[in-house]
């Protein structure tokens, strides 16, 4: 007894298509794989990152303030800064007196209202930076 398979006279034909479906599997797989990965790859530098601790700083006199209210006018302690030109002029006249007595140099503080756009602060920082004063610092409110 012979077993027969398909019929006698159809000719034995070759598939040649390729089955893509176990490849476009094995892709989408390596796909997820990688983009799991990719962000820890990327962030894989240890870094150690400051704390922040706010710490009440004496006021010190030779400390310079500066002020930015809701309106985005800059205030020298307590006098209003017309431009940029008259905020370097003071702040030099700060530096060469630090100079001159042998002091550090001056500190300067920012306090901006909450409510202040940013630009007012970025041009008294240019201005700050321009003079060739380094330690800038913002204060904040401690109680909130």
Known sequence: MAMQIGS?????SLNSTIN????VDVMLVLLIIFLITIP??????????PLEQN?????????IILSVNTQ????FYDALVKDSEDLKTKLRRARDAA???DKPMPEIH?????QTVYEPIGRAILAIQ???LTKVSFLTDPTR
């Not at 920012?110 to 909450?114: K, L, S």
């Open 130 to 132: 321009e003079v060739g």
């Open 8 to 12: 006698a006279d159809a000719e034995d």
């Open 110 to 114: 920012i306090r901006g209202d909450v």
């Open 72 to 75: 985005g006018q800059l205030f």
């Open 40 to 49: 820890v790859v990327t962030t894989s530098v240890k870094v150690q990152l």
């Open 99 to 101: 100079k001159k007595a």
């Open 20 to 23: 893509t479906t176990p490849l």
């Open 55 to 63: 710490a009440l700083q004496e006021a010190k006199p030779e400390n």
